[in-house]
């Protein structure tokens, strides 16, 4: 059974006004009762997050939110954890109690949709409490919208159709990390860097994710350390390409022959997630900072120490001496971007194993939006080691490869 991680999953975040039936429906779709429901306003505090398979679409991760409509201190506060969802959520259902409809605060809401670009889906609940009559003109009203009772399975069964064919629309089903780059049959070296910060006994999920993704498109990966890099190149007949950690990235250039295409992990999943392109524009701003230009260090989750050590000393500490400056850092870990992103003059995100597509362009588009300059960990050591042209000509190659896969 293919278990696919949280953040390769699209996400369907359910929003509405409090008591609406968001919590009902999410364990509707679910099959079960995981989130507490209760005809209290304002049940749902914090947004829960499922990984679920909706059939027959497939793998999808499933988003309860607190309602929108509540002023209250806590209210407050809840809201913006809901709306910190926004940020993650490809597909919106917004459930809207038939009888208690407000179409200001719907307009409201899809106004925030847009901007973080997420097709909705309007669904009316609790059909059950209105008129034939009154339901009919609903309907003719809001043509596009889907009218569910939470006992009838058959209304829950439509919805989840209709979710899978959005879905099916905005292609983020699962994507490859490298199989679009690579044909099957390639040979890939993994060089993994184990120092006093990697964890014991495993190694760290991009690694992982990478390997599978080997596995999945018939590519063969050797998995080194670079201590047996230089051998391991002489035993293979013929490596396509060679894989490593970002922060061996420069004594990983010089062992490997020029002849050999080379990129690291962060580069493969700036690719994947974000724009590669963008990242690469980005960096090239670095020249342009002043004294005491702001940067805000991007992270997706509250990191290990291997990328404490990445991204709160090596990379500053390269980069004021690359700029001969001084610069000041912030640090912010989660799905959103801090209230004041307007105050930087760079972002620098991490490698975001831990955030889906979704989360990750929508921080790239505002980045875009507000002409801040974005960049992430992978592309800007490999720039300040001054390996940037060699580790990016996958990406230009990828086109060409791709025709005879
Ligand atoms: N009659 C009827 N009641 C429903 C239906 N769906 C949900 N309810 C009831 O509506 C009330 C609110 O449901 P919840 O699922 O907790 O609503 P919510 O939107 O999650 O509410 P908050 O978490 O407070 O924002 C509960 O008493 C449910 O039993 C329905 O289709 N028909
Ligand atoms: S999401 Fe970012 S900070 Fe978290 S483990 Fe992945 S690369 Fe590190
Ligand atoms: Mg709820």
């Known amino acids: 059974m ?19 039936g968001k919590s009902s429906l999410f364990n509707a779709i679910f099959g079960q009762d995981i989130a507490i429901v209760s005809e209290y306003r304002g049940t749902t505090t914090d947004p829960i997050i499922k990984a679920m398979e909706l059939n027959p679409y497939g793998p999808i991760a499933l988003i309860d939110t607190g309602g929108l409509d509540d002023n209250t201190e806590v209210g407050i506060k809840r809201m913006a954890k ?21 179409e200001d605060d719907y307009k409201k809401i899809v106004l925030q949709f847009e901007r973080y670009k997420i097709p909705h889906i309007l669904v009316f609940n ?10 009919k003109r609903m ?3 809001y043509k596009d919208s889907v009218f569910i009772i939470l006992d009838d399975e058959d209304s829950i069964n439509s919805l989840k159709d209709r979710i899978g064919d959005e879905l099916q629309k905005l292609e983020v089903k699962e994507d490859t990390i490298i199989g679009d780059i690579l044909p099957s049959q390639s040979t890939v070296v993994l060089v993994i860097h184990l120092d006093e910060a990697a964890p014991r006994g495993r190694i760290i999920l991009p690694q992982v994710q990478l390997i599978r993704d080997c596995l999945d498109h018939g590519i063969k990966a050797m998995v080194v350390r670079e201590t047996e890099l230089t051998q391991t190149l002489r035993e293979l007949q013929k490596v396509d390409l060679v ?7 420069k004594m ?9 295409i ?21 960096v090239y701003e670095i020249e342009n900072l002043a004294d005491c230009s702001r940067i805000l260090m991007a992270e997706g989750c509250s990191h290990s120490l291997t990328h404490e050590d990445i991204g709160r000393v090596k990379i500053p500490n390269l980069l004021k001496k690359y700029i001969g400056k001084e610069l000041k850092f912030d640090f912010y870990s989660g799905y959103d ?4 992103l307007s105050d930087y003059d760079l972002v620098i995100h991490c490698g975001a194993c831990m955030l889906n597509k979704k989360a990750v362009h929508t921080r790239l588009w505002f980045c875009e939006d507000m002409g801040i300059p974005v960049t992430n960990y992978g592309v800007i050591l490999a720039y300040l080691n001054g390996i940037l042209p060699r580790c990016s000509e996958i990406f230009h190659l990828k086109n060409e490869v791709k025709t005879y896969d």
């Open 262 to 282: 080379l990129t690291s992990f962060s580069m493969l999943f700036a690719n994947q997630k974000g724009d590669i392109d963008l990242l690469i524009r980005g």
């Open 2 to 20: 293919k278990k696919t991680p949280i953040a390769n999953r699209p996400h369907v975040g359910i929003y509405g006004n409090t008591n609406a």
């Open 82 to 102: 809901t709306k910190n969802m926004l940020f993650r959520t490809d597909l919106a259902l917004y459930v809207a109690d038939i009888s208690d409809f407000n």
């Open 126 to 135: 609790k059909i059950d409490q209105v008129t034939e009559i009154e339901r």
């Open 337 to 340: 971007f801090p209230g004041n």
């Open 252 to 260: 990983v250039s010089d062992m490997v022959p020029e002849n050999i």
């Open 139 to 141: 309907e003719l009203k």
């Open 243 to 249: 894989v490593t950690d970002s922060q061996i990235f």
